[in-house]
């Protein structure tokens, strides 16, 4: 009886398997590697996307607000340098210190403008010391609860005289009377009440200012650029951009033309800083920044466009206003890619070169100034008046 001899059992041999494991991992290696790129690749399009969009944001709300600044006012009111109640009475490069975050730099920048569908008529009484009363002409009301410490301008038909004052308490809504004690400085246009303020035949009009301050705080351990809305300390705010590394304003100020017959050769409001010759005030190492005093009176809307006036240090005469905005991301940069912020008008990086994402955006506003064409108090001219031309903008 012939017999066959037994068949092996089938698999693999050992290089077989150790042939197939090598292949394996190759591929496995190859689909991870791709997908952690991937994933590096979604991060770090989140993260920058994020930053910019934060930048944008800023800017957007930046360039449509400051564009109002100095509506419906005397420019010399528009803006406040004061410092008074300022951390560290410092409007220029400000550096805090926001724990888990980082380090950050802000200018401040606060301004005022007239409510363009605010609009009454009454008398103020400036008779003694502050607060003055005001009293609506009837049968107007204010329309609307304003809380203490609201801005209010009394303008006098034609609008060479004004006062600009703050509520002395709440107002509701049904209320034709109120109480005002000053807004601004002694020595500012405007600081008291004149005129024809209680003057029965010339009644004043009366309209509701909006004063705003944007600069960046620090909530929730988070940066952010923050409106207030008005001056005061406690004054509510609202976000709008956050992780903002630096806030930088500029002021770019009136400059003599080249065929000048009073200033052609007129030293820059900024010449004291070195570089000089720019005239933009806000954007040099050296602390210089538009002011108002004594010694550098603003111009009026009858001072020639060709006077010494019109080209110093006074906000009345800022022309334009530059802003920038460096957002830095929350998380850094999983590609571990290393990069630093550059220089922002006068502030210098506040971080060494690392791993987070950064945007930086810059951009310059124009705003209304003495050498506007429209005058926004309603009434162009005294009543009865014709050639009152006083109030016209530009001279």
């Not at 400059?255 to 933009?280: K, L, T, Y």
């Not at 050498?371 to 001279?395: C, H, M, Q, Y």
Request: aromatic share 8%.
């Amino acid at each position: 009886m012939r017999t066959h001899p037994r068949k092996a059992p089938g698999g693999f041999t050992l290089i077989e398997l150790l042939v197939g494991i090598t292949v394996s991992s190759v591929v496995l290696l190859a689909v991870a590697g791709t997908i952690i790129a991937v994933n590096d690749i979604f991060q770090s399009n989140t993260i920058s996307k994020t930053a910019v969009e934060g930048s944008r944001v800023g800017m957007d709300y930046l360039s449509h607000t400051l564009r109002y600044a100095g509506y419906g006012l005397d420019p010399a009111i528009a803006f406040d340098f004061n410092t008074t109640d300022l951390p560290d009475e410092r409007k220029d490069n400000y550096t805090l210190e926001v724990e888990g975050w980082g380090t950050v730099v802000t200018d401040d920048l606060a301004f005022r403008y007239r409510d363009p569908q605010f609009l009454r008529r009454g008398q103020l009484a400036p008779a003694g010391p502050p607060p003055y009363q005001l009293d609506l002409e009837a049968p107007a009301t204010f329309g609307q609860p304003l809380r203490r410490g609201q801005a209010m301008l009394v303008a006098c038909p034609g609008g060479q005289d004004y006062f600009l004052g703050r509520l002395d308490a709440d107002v509701a809504a049904d209320a034709s009377t109120a109480s005002l004690v000053p807004a601004l400085a002694a020595g500012l246009p405007g600081d008291v009440p004149k005129g024809c303020m209680a003057d029965a035949g010339r009644i004043p009009f009366v309209m509701l200012v909006h004063e705003k301050r944007l600069r960046v705080e620090a909530h929730g351990g988070r940066p952010y650029l923050v409106v207030k809305h008005g001056w005061a300390s406690d004054a509510d705010f609202d976000p709008i951009a956050s992780d903002v590394e630096s806030f930088q304003v500029a002021y770019q100020m009136n400059r003599p033309p080249a065929n000048s017959a009073c200033c052609a050769g007129h030293v820059a409001v900024d010449a004291a800083v070195g570089s000089g010759m720019a005239w933009v005030l806000g954007d040099e190492d050296a602390v210089v920044l538009p002011k108002y005093d004594a010694d550098v009176p603003a111009p009026t809307y009858s001072t020639p466009y060709d006077d010494p006036l019109r080209y110093n240090q006074n906000p009345a005469n800022i022309r334009s206003v530059g802003v920038g905005l460096t957002v830095r991301s929350v998380r850094q940069l999983p590609s571990g890619t290393r990069s630093q912020a550059r220089k922002l008008f006068n502030a210098e990086p506040v971080a060494d070169e690392d791993t987070f994402f950064r945007t930086t955006v810059e951009t310059s506003v124009r705003i209304p100034n003495m050498t506007s064409r429209a005058f926004f108090i309603p009434e162009l001219r005294s009543p009865g008046v014709a050639g009152d031309i006083k109030n016209v903008w530009g001279g």
